[in-house]
Structure formats: C-alpha cells, structure tokens
C-alpha cells in the first residue's frame, strides 16, 4: 500500500446535548498523515436516525469518493445517539470502514443511556449489528506502538486495516484525519445550530 493514501476521518461538531436538535458532522481528508486535502461538512440529527445517509452521501457526492482508502470514526454514535450503520455505510461509499475506541464499550452502560429514547430497542439492535471489536495494534509513524479496539467493514483482512492506520497515524495513537475532525468540531462548542 502506497503511504501517500487519502483517508476520511468523521466526527461531529460540539453541541448543546438539551437544546440542539442539530448538529454539524465533519469528514477531513489526509493524505499520508500529513497533508490536509479537504474538509467535507453535513448537518445531522441529535438522537436521529439520519447519520450513516446523510455521511454516506457528503463522501459519495465529494470529489475525493473514488480516491478514499480508509472512512475512519471514533465511534458508531455520532451527535449522541445517532447510530452509524457501519455496514451500510461501506455500501454507500464503497469505502472501507474503520472504527477505534480506547476502551471497549460497556453493554449494561450503554443500554442505560439508550433507554432514555423511547425506540432505544431498535437503536440498540443496530449496535449489535455491527462487527465485533477486535484488538488491534499498529504502529504510528515515529514507531510508537498503537493499542485499540477496532470494528471494520470492507478491509480483505485485518493486516490492511492496521497498513492504513499505520500510514494515517503520525506521533498519536489517532489517525491526523479523525484527530483534525475532533478538534474541528470542538471549535463549535457553545455554537447552536437550531
């Protein structure tokens, strides 16, 4: 794999969690670990149904859809409980998929905060759809060795998932395009859409 690959990190924008209705979602594109090549931007609902859509259409309908090697998400929540279908969202795009996490999720903690929503069933239901985590170890650029929880879709196996991480990660333990797409969103904190 070539290490001057383009990938898209997700993540959505700081919102007021008891008055936002909406919030921003932003797709930054890396090339490498280091050259920032485009900042992609949709709105989605906060506790809607509407995030792995409305993400896999900014991707398709960018010009960078059919350069992506790697859509790279923090999580498969997003703007609260908005749940990423991970599956879905690689037939959307036709790219492949990558979550990573620190720690694992813990079930009993989630259905907690899920049942707040009354069709928090169904919300869980797609969590559970998704892959599995798995392990993953990877080195970043400076050779640091990289611990994480991961789910994929699309990769043929799990030696590609930690090539793209390995090129996407420079001195952290997170990819520059998921990393760039944090601090992106953070900037909006305290900013209400509706």
């Not at 070539?2 to 007021?16: E, M, S, V, Y």
Request: proline fraction near 3%.
């Amino acid at each position: 794999m070539k290490n001057l690959i383009r990938t898209i990190g997700i993540d959505d924008a700081a919102f007021q969690r008891n008055t936002s209705k909406e919030t921003f979602v932003f797709g930054v594109i890396i090339r490498g670990h280091n050259l920032v090549e485009g900042i992609l931007r949709t709105i989605v609902t906060v506790d809607g149904w509407d995030a792995t859509d409305k993400i896999g259409v900014m991707i398709s309908s960018s010009k960078y859809s059919d350069q992506l090697k790697g859509l790279i998400l923090g999580s498969s929540t997003i703007a609260a409980f908005n749940i990423i279908d991970l599956k879905k969202l690689y037939e959307l795009t036709e790219i492949p998929v990558i979550t990573i996490l620190p720690r694992l999720p813990i079930e009993d903690n989630i259905k907690t905060a899920l049942s707040k929503l009354d069709d928090w069933e169904e919300r869980f239901a797609v969590l559970k759809a998704n892959p599995q985590f798995s392990e993953i170890s990877y080195k970043n650029q400076i050779g640091e060795v990289c611990k994480k929880y991961f789910q994929q879709v699309g990769f043929n196996n799990i030696e590609e998932a930690k090539e793209v991480l390995r090129i996407s990660t420079y001195s952290s333990s997170v990819p520059e395009c998921l990393r760039l797409a944090d601090l992106l969103g953070q900037s909006f904190k305290g900013y209400t859409i509706s």
